[in-house]
């Protein structure tokens, strides 16, 4: 289906672990982002890309590694996982010629780590 | 220190009546600011923006008002209907910016039938 897909939507892991979420768009945007979601925080960005290859920090990166070989997809690992990184985790893209810097979100991977 | 801000974390109205949510920043670089609507166990999505070179933006029972001089920004939704219930973000982004938008935390609107 075209649009912004994430898997897996749920995500038990313990701590440690390494665990990865995926994020893959079929529009080709440049654009693509990690947010987490916090009660109390909303949105916060944890690190974004603007191409393949180019990959920067966010607002709150520590603890969490990206790679973007192909424009398509972003996947956002943790390496050693932590129960402060319980949260639900949002991908988004965004094209280069956006109207507003407009970002479309997919629908969220809910992570517990115990 | 946090440069978009929603101060209310929740409003309940009643069924018809009108919906008022603000937003404040400090950033007088942002040129764009964007609402977007949440549900619960959904992705954002994307609601109404508005330029920094105007102080209105309508579409259909959303509106956007933007005070640069006071740097705030209101929704206004009127009708409001019980489908309205969801969590609001308000967002600000700079030209240029790599596309990047800064949230606030949101708020959480109930509509009461």
């Known amino acids: 289906d075209a649009g912004i897909t994430q898997s897996p939507r749920y995500k038990i892991t313990e701590t440690g672990r390494q665990v990865t979420l995926m994020c893959h768009q079929t529009?080709?945007?440049?654009?693509m982002f990690w947010y987490r979601q916090d009660l109390g925080h909303g949105l916060r960005l944890i690190y974004y890309?603007?191409?393949?290859?180019?990959?920067d920090k966010g607002e709150v990166p520590d603890g969490y590694v990206v790679s973007r070989s192909k424009t398509e997809n972003f996947p956002l690992t943790l390496e050693s996982a932590t129960r402060s990184q319980t949260s639900v985790y949002f991908c988004?893209?965004?094209?280069?010629?956006?109207?507003?810097?407009?970002?479309?979100f997919g629908p969220g991977t809910r992570l517990t780590v115990l | 220190d946090q440069q978009v801000k929603q101060n209310s974390p929740s409003l309940s109205v009643q069924e018809g009546r009108i919906s008022i949510l603000n937003c404040d920043y400090t950033?007088?670089?942002?040129?764009?600011f964007l609402w977007y609507k949440k549900y619960p166990a959904e992705g954002p999505t994307f609601l109404i923006s508005?330029?920094?070179?105007?102080d209105k933006n309508e579409d259909g029972r959303f509106t956007v008002f933007l005070n640069k001089s006071a740097k705030h920004l209101s929704l206004h939704i009127v009708p409001s209907q019980p489908g309205d219930s969801a969590v609001y973000f308000c967002a600000a982004s700079e030209y240029g910016a790599n596309s990047k938008l800064t949230f606030g935390k949101g708020i959480t609107l109930s509509v009461r039938p």
């Open positions: 950033n007088s670089m942002f040129d764009y």
């Open positions: 988004a893209s965004s094209p280069r010629q956006s109207s507003y810097n407009e970002q479309f």
């Open positions: 508005i330029s920094s070179i105007k």
């Open positions: 529009w080709s945007h440049s654009y």
């Open positions: 890309s603007a191409a393949a290859d180019i990959t």
